[in-house]
């Protein structure tokens, strides 16, 4: 789950972490509000995703009227996608350097990883692996002082910045911990006279973990299709094409992708309905996949906890309670097979053993649904 | 000759009663896994598939010599169990529990280290020895006993792979799930090695997948081996920034993508196919 830069922050500050003044608006009036309580400030769109700032996304504002003139032109707006619906009004800062920081977890290592630039201010990818310093935070560590001085030392922060750098980046390995991220990135930290500051403001929660955060804000992601069908506990991701795609296992359901590409066709989604998906899970899968209204629907099971015979009945209910108003084509092997397949053959429907072939013909039965 | 697990492997199940620890527990007994003991608090005394019921590991440990452990209760108490079956001594702890958080796998992961236990998953399928013994949900009829040996960061993607080896007559020395989280005990890196040391295998099979860096990883290790290696990746029609079903399975910041990994593997030397349907042709000419 990420947060928005605002709640980040939030937690940041309650962590005693340095960041500027803020408050979340929604409207131009509350931008006004704010900055005529903070001064100049930078009003911020409230978005996931990066690169808000080049896209328009943050504007600066010496007065209360200029911030709600901004405000009126970043609410509303499309950011990558996004809708614009809060922005962030936050005191400007005198930056005199930008710094990176952040904590996330190495998977090799297993360990978490502070990485940590002097080049802050761009996206990290862009930074050239010689001005990075990488240090792994050992699992027992608990505040020693040699990684914080190493770090410090590795970007070339001196007297009076040093100590604060190392006080910021303790706290950021603490709120890391205690709620659970996946990612808390600051960048830019900056440098504004004497003092250092988080400009910026990146916190993912680890979703296996968000459960034991009730402290934290939900954040919705997504668009409205993948939140339903993730309320249903089925992992599902929205692609542009128009083949719907469920197939049982994550790798599986990926295959299935590669597979309809392989023969020059175009997923609509990504849907694993489960491992070991009874009648009802699937049913509620397959239920979703006719609402798209995609022009072929294609099911590619391997029965091995999932019973082929459970997958039948699924297809079955679905046509006969909602009907299915599009061509169906259904690979099923595995566990209760013969069961699965004679169910289906007795209600007209010939299902594949082969992955291939059952893949090659739902991209043929596509193309005839383009020139239909 | 297999790795990890063989047929006299003493097992444990945590959360034997419950509903997948009992349907799970009792294929594992069907298909010949040494099953002595069961644990769940709330039972403990009773029997269960003709197992002793216990309330704590450690007693499965000293009564009945358990070895090895498969978790089956809640993610929220997949630490706790986990962390018990180490302390009580066990030396193959595998963890089929999905959504467990990171940071309580990376405890997990340390603690197995510290007392050199080997840890398979959390969110595999486990690992089987076929015609020996399984421990994990894998369907047991697709698996015959031969010279491939299988290592898979998806479950239903290999028992696909796996049948269709079945099929063409190749059978398999021993398949291990390595887990779809992000953060997993064993992986390619460690499992090749073992592989390579199996008298019975003779070729290998990844089934790797987006995310993170686990198959560049292994390709260091291939171009060592004397064994050939065949691979198939998936997703390579995944989005960036979208979690694959797998909460490992993701492209984070042009990271992770299949093209990097492909590209490692081939350079090693190893066979990369492009769908899984042909990976079985690949082996067989492999092995010549």
Redo the contacts between chains.
Sequence with gaps: MKLYEYLAKGVLREAGVPVPPGRVCQTPAEAAEAAAEIGPVAVKAQVLVGGRGKAGGIGFADTPEAARAEARRILGMDLKGYRVEKVYVEGKLATDRELYVSVT?D??A???VVMASAHGGV???DVDEKFLVRRHVP?LWNGEGYLLREVARGIGLEAPWAAQFQDILARLIGVF?QR?A?LVEINPLVITGDEVIAADARLNI????V??HPELERVEEGTELERRVREIGL?Y?E?DGDIAVM?????????T??????FGGR?AN?L?AG??ASVEPTAQALDVLVGMRPRVIFINI?????RCDDVARAILTVRETRGIPVPLVVRL???NEAEGVALLRAAGIEAYR???EAARRTVEESRKGRDR | MSVLLHRDTRVVVQGITGHQGSFHAQQMIAYGTRVVAGVSPSKAGTTHLSVPVYASVREAVERDGAEAAIVFVP??MARDAAFEAVAAGVRLLVMIPE?????????I??FCRLRGVTLVGPNT?GLITPGESKLG???S??YRPGPVGII?????????IA?SLSDAGLGQSSVVGMG?D??VGQTFTDLLPLMEADPQTEAVVL?G??G???EE?AAELVRTMTKPVVA?L??????EG????????IIE??RGTLESKRAALEAAGARVC????EISAAVRSALG
Excluded: C, Q
């Excluded at chain 1, 391997?302 to 999932?306: A, L, V």
């Excluded at chain 2, 492009?274 to 349907?277: D, K, N, T, V, Y």
């Design positions: 977890v998977r090799v297993r360990e978490l996206e990290i990818e699992i911990r659970d996946e680890d979703d296996s973990a459960d034991r992992a991701v692609l197939a049982n296992g994550a790798g599986m359901a990926m295959a992708l590669d597979a309809i590409a392989h997923p990504f694993d491992g070991g391997f029965g091995g906890i999932t092997v595995g566990t082969d992955m291939a | 993610a929220a959504h467990l958080p990171v940071l309580d796998t990376m405890a992961h340390t399928f949900i894998m369907p009829h697709i898979a960061r998806s479950g239903t993607l290999s028992y696909e049948a779809g992000p953060v089934v997948e987006i993170g860096s686990a990883r198939y998936a997703g390579k029609s995944a989005p979208k979690r694959m079903g797998h909460a490992g399975a910041r042009g492009e769908m899984p349907w």
